[in-house]
């Protein structure tokens, strides 16, 4: 096993907060497995590279020879974390919850390794408590400290209502690392005051506080918005490799470090090395994002398919050429095509109004060849089996099929 310094060097490298550094290099002086926690409501079924970052640094943990507790909230979610909200999270049935717990059980399983996870679900110890046990752990917070939470006093001070169920979150997240006894546990830069609240409840109950590890939240393809897919800027898990491979080198060349440290896994010495190459000028920015987008492709699909993608990524964007293999694609269409709905039966926009727009500012083309600006109804033969390309990554083949 690595030095504790050697580890902390390690375990730094892109996280946002470490609290308290001291007693994590005390931890890691016992020389012993500690016990590393994530937490993980199962509220959506989609995961994209910015759900992967606590994954990746749970894998460096595991790497140095620690134990990664994956708790899977199944009881949490039916409250909602709050975090960062100025709402009231919707509720999800228990079929819901299952469906999403185990797609985002496949996708960590592509990062974490099985051999040293150990696999929880907080209904275990969470749903067998009675209300006397759930009045004595209330009794160990106050309401002033749980309205500490930035996004609860900007709701309280704008009149936005807080449900009393909300209000035990964080409690529900502190009794899970007293339930496992966590040594570690990790969370985004938003989740702060929920890890502090279960180093304050087992410090209470008499046990080695948890070290708590932040980690910056990750900005999506537009370099400005944290990476959601409501913003449209994520880059899927899930997603097929030639447009992963896009999505990634459309990133702005400030983030490539922060993604190299963040969504790769290339030992920390390697991404020194590249930013350091980077700033001093050794390094070119569009090969080193090269090198950045093969990396994550590979990850998630391999590393032919990572060759592949950029191959395709080259015969549209260098050769400006289609796609080899363009999917057709059966839609309705009579003898006159109103285009705007067209790219929209494609899913190459997500409504006529953003048809109209992309058409009008030139990123539609067929056949390579651009649409004029307000052109929005086209006869069939003009688009049937044609390529219909949206932006610089979304191609369709449309066939014919009549109403």
Same mark, same amino acid.
């Given at each position: 096993m690595p030095t504790p310094e050697e580890q902390m060097h390690v375990i730094a490298s892109g996280t946002a907060d470490i609290v308290p550094a001291d007693d994590l290099r005390k931890k890691l002086a016992e020389e012993r497995p500690l016990r590393v926690k994530l937490g993980v409501d199962p509220t959506a079924p989609d995961l994209h590279l910015g759900h992967a970052v606590p994954l990746r640094k749970l894998r460096q943990f595991q790497d140095l020879g620690h134990t990664v507790v994956l708790i899977i909230g199944d009881f949490t979610a039916l409250i909602g974390d709050p975090s960062g909200r100025s709402s009231t999270r919707p509720a999800l049935s228990? &079929? #819901? !919850? &299952?469906?999403?717990? #185990? *797609?985002? !059980?496949d996708q960590a399983y592509k990062i974490l390794d099985p051999a040293r996870t150990e696999q929880r679900r907080n209904s275990e110890w969470l749903a067998p408590l009675d209300f006397a046990q759930i009045l004595r752990l209330t009794s160990q917070f106050t309401v002033a400290r749980i309205l500490e939470r930035d996004d609860f006093q900007s709701r309280y001070r704008e009149g936005i209502g807080i449900s009393l169920h909300e209000l035990l979150y964080p409690m529900a997240q502190a009794y899970d690392s007293v339930a496992i006894e966590a040594d570690v546990e990790l969370g @985004? *830069?938003?989740q702060l005051f929920n890890l502090l609240a279960g180093r304050e409840l087992m410090e209470k109950q008499r046990m080695s506080p948890q070290v708590c590890l932040t980690l910056p939240l990750l900005e999506g393809t537009d370099g400005v918005q944290k990476m959601s897919k409501s913003y449209g800027n994520y880059i899927g898990l899930t997603d097929p490799a030639d447009e992963?491979? @896009?999505?990634?080198?459309? !990133?702005p060349d400030t983030l490539i470090v922060k993604y190299y440290r963040l969504c790769t896994s290339l030992v920390v010495d390697e991404v020194d090395a590249i930013e350091f190459g980077l700033t001093e000028g050794s390094l070119h920015p569009n090969a080193t994002k090269r090198r950045l987008a093969r990396e994550i492709v590979a990850l998630y699909h391999s590393s032919r398919a990572a060759e592949e993608a950029e191959a395709a990524f080259d015969r549209v964007f260098k050769d400006h050429a289609i796609p080899e &293999?363009?999917?057709?694609? %059966?839609? *309705?269409?009579?003898? &006159?095509?109103?285009?705007? %709905?067209?790219l929209r039966k494609l899913e190459l926009v997500q409504s006529n109004g953003e048809g109209r727009r992309m058409i009008d500012q030139g990123g539609v083309k067929i056949d390579g060849r651009p649409v004029d600006p307000g052109t929005y109804d086209v006869c069939r033969e003009a688009v049937e089996g044609k390529v219909v390309q949206v932006g610089k990554r979304?191609?369709?083949?449309? *066939?014919?099929v009549r109403e």
């Open positions: 228990r &079929e #819901q !919850i &299952e469906e999403n717990a #185990q *797609t985002y !059980i @985004g *830069t938003d992963m491979f @896009g999505k990634v080198m459309s !990133i &293999e363009v999917d057709a694609v %059966a839609v *309705t269409m009579d003898d &006159e095509v109103h285009l705007p %709905a067209l979304r191609f369709a083949r449309p *066939t014919a």
